[in-house]
Structures are given as C-alpha cells and as structure tokens.
C-alpha cells in the first residue's frame, strides 16, 4: 500500500472515493467538486496533510484534515468495504499522525456518530477521548405565525466580527464549524444577515446564517449580540423569518454543543434530535 497527499488532480478520485466508502453511512453524504472547494475555505482542509491510499492502481482510503494554527481536524477517513478489519485505516491514521506532529500541531480535533461504536473504540485505543456531544435537530415552524423583527443581509467579515463577540461576550464554545473564521470564508455559499428591533437599526440584536435545499432550511449558526432579547426570542422570530422568506416550514440545525445556549434553545421551540455526535480530541506529543 502507497499513501500519496492529495493534491488538486486527484480531488476527483477523492469525491469518488468518499461516496463510495460512505455509502452505508447512517448520515447520507454525498460530496461534490463544488462541496469540497468550498470546504477547503470555510473549514480550513488542507490538501497537503490529505492523503490518499492506494493499493497498486486503486485507490482504497483517504483521510482529510483540516488545520488552524496549532489545532487540526480529521474531516473524513474511510477505507472500501474489502479492507476493513485489515492494517488499512491503522496505516492511514498513523502516518497522518506522524505528519502532524511533524508540522507541529498540538491537538487532533474529530467528530463521530455516538452510534459507530467501532469508531469511537478505534479512536479511543489510540488516545482520543470525548470532549462533548454536538447534537442535530429537526423543527417544524408554524407557518400562521409571522416575524416582528427586522433584517438585513450583512457581510461574511460582519458576521465573523459578531460570532467572535458573541463568543467572548456570552462565553460561547464554538465547535470547528462555527468559529469565527468558518464564517469569513463561507462568504457567498450562504444567506448572512444581521436581526435589527424594528425600532430601530443602529445596532444589531443579532445574527443568522442559514441557507435552504429543496426540502428544507438549515441553520448553520445564530445568536444574540444584546441583552435587549432572549435568546429563545430571537431564534423563534430567526424560524419564522425564514419560513415566510423560503416557504419551507421544515428546518435542521446540526452539529450544536451541548454546552452552548442554542441547545437548549431548539428542544425549547419543539425542536426533536436526530442524531448525536462525540467531538473527540488526541493532544500529541511534539
């Protein structure tokens, strides 16, 4: 077996691969060349600390990491169904290890369903542990219902200013997908708004990220930037916005620490989880 770093002639060997590879994933993945530039910015993925594993001509695992600073995240790893259970994914992992340590990273962030238990022990033998759960929930929103507040479409650099004062100023934890630079390089793949009273917008209550697919809205992240409303307030007002903007009553949010406000929040509004995942992280030895 051969590891090779992933460069941008193979990114369509590597899509392929992980569709493959995930296709009996309980959480349905389905990449693009598109999903995957855009997670290069928003999520930091470095092609360089990427690998894939090939046996002779064929491609069989990958592993996709993402860096900031002295803290990387393991995006994805996966080998085809034939070579589960072999030396293939401890080969993987621990030569993207080796490498990391070598470019002086200090802790491996990841995140795995709570219900992969083979998962969870794999990581677990080789040092990682459970941080906290990140949780998903489905919402329905009532469509007799209309907003009272105002809002405005905003800038990625606005937003990222306001995530990072919402975190310093309410205490928040964000998970990798939420901190502040996620944000300034999501720029134009969603829908950013600041939520002014509407009496007045000299300064926002708040924010919202959020974007639609053809069934449905997300919401990638929201919160308050005052003390003037709660927290429960602002988000119901956030659903009912986008119910009348998109015509869409169903919506998700994935991936909320259950250390952040927001996940009490959600189940509050009638919100009901779909599923749970373990944020795990290995501090390495430099």
């Known amino acids: 077996m051969e590891l090779r770093a992933l460069d941008e002639s193979q990114i369509n060997v590597l899509i392929a691969l992980v569709n493959e590879v995930f296709a009996d994933y309980p959480i349905p993945i389905r990449w693009t060349v598109r999903d995957f530039h855009l997670d290069i910015l928003e999520t930091g993925l470095s092609l360089k600390d990427s690998f894939i594993l090939w046996e002779g001509q064929e491609p069989v695992g990958f592993i996709v990491v993402g860096i900031r ?5 393991i995006d994805a790893m996966g080998v085809k169904t034939s070579y589960r259970g072999t030396e293939a994914s401890e080969f993987l992992f621990q030569n993207c290890v080796e490498n990391l340590k070598w470019r002086k990273i200090s802790t491996i962030q990841l995140e795995v369903l709570d219900t992969e238990k083979r998962a969870i022990r794999f990581y677990e033998k080789r040092g990682f542990f459970v941080t906290r759960r990140l949780r998903a929930y489905r919402f329905a929103v009532n469509p007799n219902l209309s907003h009272r507040l105002l809002y405005r479409e905003t800038t990625a650099k606005a937003i990222s200013e306001w995530a990072l ?10 998970n990798w997908q939420r901190t502040p630079i996620s944000f300034l390089h999501a720029k134009s793949r969603y829908q950013m708004e600041a939520v002014y009273s509407e ?14 697919n053809e069934d449905n809205f997300y919401i990638v992240d929201c919160y308050r930037l005052s003390t003037d409303i709660e927290l429960i307030d602002l988000t119901h007002d956030i659903l009912l916005y986008i119910e009348d903007k998109t015509g869409k009553t169903d919506g998700v949010i994935s991936n909320l620490p259950e250390d952040d406000k927001l996940c009490e929040v959600f189940p509050l509004l009638g919100a009901q989880m779909i599923f749970s995942q373990l944020e795990m992280e290995l501090k390495l030895r430099v």
């Not at 600073?69 to 995240?73: P, V, Y």
């Not at 004062?165 to 934890?173: D, G, H, I, L």
């Open 165 to 174: 004062e919402a975190q310093t100023f309410f205490s928040r934890k964000p």
């Open 199 to 212: 009496k007045s917008t000299a300064q926002p209550l708040g924010f919202v990220i959020w974007g639609e």
């Open 69 to 73: 600073d002295k803290l990387a995240r």
